[in-house]
């Protein structure tokens, strides 16, 4: 036997996701908006000045995928460390390693880090000096908000590219290629997929190319060969392969199901709210994509006017996630009925799009000065401060400026006369606002 076919075997081994893994840029699937010709990222790789980064985005995305490019592109050295796994020594041992390339080899080294947002203080501080020091350029992959998961030291010193789902387009023509691949992909099975299969497959896999590439090569591996040694995928192969139904409707037809439960939820009919939201569940249509719906209208057509309506929906998505079906039916079921029977008001998407708007347009950052930090200013702005009235020595509100004096009198949020908005109408005319 060959030393060189011990490879082979190990590379056949692994998962199609990993064998389709792109090595560079003219293989890599989505993400236009970061790796296009003339990008940020494009033109810092070509000048080798890409500094740390993080990539925050779903899952199966191309965020560790792109990592490996990069360090292909830069020929640097590449370390992958998973923070759920590696601790302080391991941080240390990899920057040490770093260090002597750079100082022997002039190489630079990538440090790879999943799951970045489960770093410690302590693992964060301890990979800090590094960062700034330029000994490794860091690039962590997480999945969620860096901002609000991440020691804001470390994400102060990266650059934070967000990744987007991919389109359904866009995995279908990575699973085609996929299919015709005979080195590293399924090509040698000599394999053909139904349309409405591979179609479905990319449509459910949401966005997620592992989970497709995965699905994929379950349905060819497990689907029979028939007579001459072929194998054909049918769209009942697909569906079993990622374990979710194919729509009982077409395109169209789905977007006019999910418009009439929209509609429903704002105009208050909670039968055909229910009937509409199970029609697309029965369908095939995921349980979830409703949930989130009955939460964005709960705050966009019911809002201030029954504020509990936002707790019943976001409610019902825990449950769910914790309870799945069918029990998980039931509190969406009494989220639906909730957001239907509450007294409604548009007045906080309306809110939202004039404080949007006027943040976009004025951007007036002359702050009353009496409202800036002013814990290591100077005596004359530690005076200014000492102006800001605080509203519990007047009894929980006192008349104060906060708005610049261009938008000083701007007006965003105005209650309606239903439900709870009543009594916030009261309270707001008893401290003389509109």
């Known amino acids: 036997m060959d030393l060189f076919d011990f490879n082979d075997n190990e590379e056949k081994a692994k998962p199609l996701a990993e064998r389709m893994r792109a090595a560079t840029f003219k293989d890599f699937v989505g993400q236009s ?50 923070a759920v796994s590696s601790g302080v020594a391991d941080v240390k041992k990899a920057v040490e390693t770093a260090r002597n390339n750079l100082k022997m080899f002039g190489k630079r080294t990538y440090l790879l880090l ?47 590219f967000e990744f987007l789902p991919l389109t359904a387009e866009e995995i279908r023509g990575a699973l085609e290629h996929a299919l015709h691949d005979k ?23 949401a966005g997620d190319l592992r989970c497709a590439y995965n699905a994929l090569e379950l349905a060819v591996l497990t689907t029979p060969t028939d007579e001459e040694g072929k194998v054909h995928v049918r769209l009942s192969d697909a569906e079993q392969s990622i374990q979710r139904k194919a729509l009982s409707y077409n395109e169209d037809l789905y977007y006019d199901i999910l418009s009439a439960f929209c509609k429903s939820l704002r105009g208050s009919d909670a039968d055909a709210a229910l009937y509409y939201a199970f029609r697309l569940i029965e369908g095939g249509c995921d349980p ?3 949930i989130r719906r009955v939460i964005a209208h709960s705050a966009e057509d019911v809002g201030m006017s029954d504020p509990r309506a936002l707790l019943m929906a976001t409610a ?17 079921t009494e989220a639906i009925i909730y957001v239907c029977e ?50 519990h020595n007047f009894g929980g509100w006192v008349k104060q400026q906060y708005l610049p004096d261009s938008l000083k009198d701007s007006v965003f949020y105005r209650p309606s006369d239903h439900g709870y908005e009543a009594e916030i109408k009261k309270i707001r005319a008893r401290k003389g606002k509109s």
């Not at 960062?131 to 350029?137: C, D, M, W």
């Not at 609000?148 to 010193?157: D, H, K, Q, Y």
């Not at 590293?184 to 479905?200: Q, R």
């Not at 007045?347 to 930090?373: C, G, Q, T």
């Open 342 to 391: 509450a007294e409604k008001s548009n007045s906080v998407v309306m809110a939202m799009d004039d404080a949007r708007r006027a943040a976009k347009e004025s951007k007036d950052d002359d702050i009353p000065k009496y409202l800036r930090d002013n814990s290591f200013g100077s005596k004359e702005m530690k005076a200014e401060s000492a102006k800001y009235l605080y509203p």
């Open 288 to 290: 979830l994509l409703v």
């Open 316 to 332: 019902a998505l825990t449950a769910f996630q914790n309870m799945g079906a069918p029990e998980g039916f039931l509190p969406l």
């Open 114 to 160: 999943d799951e970045c947002h489960r770093f410690s203080k302590t693992q964060s501080d301890s990979l800090l000096p590094a960062i700034e020091q330029g000994t490794i350029l860091f690039i962590g992959s997480t999945t969620e908000n860096p901002y609000a998961s991440m020691t804001p030291a470390i994400v102060s010193r990266c650059r934070v």
């Open 33 to 82: 908006h970061i790796v296009s010709e003339g990008s940020l990222l494009r033109r810092a790789i070509s000048l080798d000045r890409l500094g740390s980064c993080i990539f925050w985005g779903p899952p199966g995305c191309g965020k560790t995928t792109l990592a490996n490019v990069i360090a292909a592109q830069t020929n640097g050295e590449f370390v992958r460390l998973n």
């Open 183 to 205: 080195r590293k992909g399924l090509g040698s099975y000599m394999a053909t997929v139904d349309d409405d299969a591979l179609d479905h497959i990319a449509r459910t896999a």
